[in-house]
């Protein structure tokens, strides 16, 4: 559906405010109709349409989010961005509220919204949104620390270490679960492994593993997806081409030593060599570790996940 001549005003003057708050979000393109239902402020300067994303059993959504999840896109120009939001989000509720299992256990709401519009962030708060997860982006050539792990060499994986990478992939899920960001569905696994076997095929794999020196047993891993791979997120930034980093595991006995860093310098060599301008990466917003650990790798917020579950407790 084209944009009307309201919407592309009120894109115009989003992209000029995304412009002065953060050189690296991308321009804001038309929205997509969506479920069909559209919100608008009574004043004119903010829109926002709503999609039901309903994640198969047999699809690795449903690992990341619940399997019914409403997902908000919204736009707002007026000089007061919050409470033109808070229009908004009060549309949207009442349009979630009216959905027959929006009170059901696997059920969410969820909205993007860029980590430096602090505008926002009242509005999001008073409607009962949590910020769950953070996307993180990387300039190239952009400094990282060197990995200080002695005793561990960082190799590329390939077919042979499927059991030890998919082993290492459950271990990030279930370690996220408890910050309610991964899930542990009973296809996972399956589907973890089947992913697995086509990227660790590829040459090159873009899967690097650490292992112990003496022992040779794994301690690592990094999943890191080029820009050819990357498409599904590349949107979210500018400008680029976009990598996205997907796995980064260390196991908890070996953390603290600098095996982490190590894993990260191979993969940040490797995607700066081959030319992407950002990485891009996402992590749950409360787990204590992941915030420091991806900022002293040169990785800072570019937008927040803002969620409620159930949909339901959308207020």
């Not at 696994?189 to 990227?199: K, P, Q, T």
């Not at 990094?222 to 796995?247: D, M, N």
Request: with cysteine; glycine share 10%; net charge negative.
């Amino acid at each position: 559906m084209a944009e009307s001549a309201i919407e592309q005003h009120i894109n115009h003057v989003v992209a000029e405010r995304w412009a002065r708050l953060d050189t690296l979000l991308p321009e804001p393109g038309p929205v997509s109709q969506g479920c069909g239902e559209s919100f608008r402020t009574h004043g004119g300067d903010g829109f926002a349409t709503c999609r039901h994303l309903i994640q198969p059993a047999t699809s690795l959504g449903q690992t990341w989010s619940a399997a019914t999840l409403y997902s908000l896109t919204p736009r707002v120009a007026g000089p007061d961005a919050g409470a033109c939001l808070d229009s908004l989000l009060t549309q949207w509720r009442d349009h979630v509220s009216g959905m027959p299992q929006a009170h059901e256990e696997d059920t969410g709401v969820r909205i993007l919204w860029p980590a430096r519009d602090t505008c926002g962030v009242r509005a999001l708060q008073w409607h009962g949104l949590t910020p769950m997860s953070v996307l993180a982006v990387r300039p190239a050539k952009r400094a990282t620390p060197p990995g200080t792990a002695g005793g561990v060499t960082v190799r590329a994986a390939g077919p042979a270490d499927l059991a030890v990478a998919t082993g290492f992939e459950m271990d990030v899920i279930r370690y996220d679960a408890q910050f309610g960001i991964g899930r542990v569905r009973p296809a996972t696994e399956m589907l973890i492994r089947e992913d697995l076997a086509v990227a660790l095929n590829r040459q090159p794999s873009w899967i690097w593993l650490a292992e112990d020196e003496r022992t040779g047993k794994p301690v690592g891993l990094l999943i890191l997806q080029p820009p050819e791979q990357a498409g599904w997120i590349a949107h979210a930034a500018a400008p680029a081409p976009v990598a996205y980093l997907a796995t980064m595991f260390v196991q908890p006995g070996e953390r603290g030593a600098g095996v982490g860093a190590a894993l990260v310098r191979e993969a940040h060599e490797a995607i700066d060599d081959y030319g992407a301008a950002l990485t891009l990466l996402h992590y749950a917003q409360v787990n204590p570790v992941s915030g420091p650990f991806w900022s002293r790798m040169g990785y800072r917020p570019l937008w927040t996940y803002w969620e409620a579950s159930p949909a339901g407790f959308l207020r």
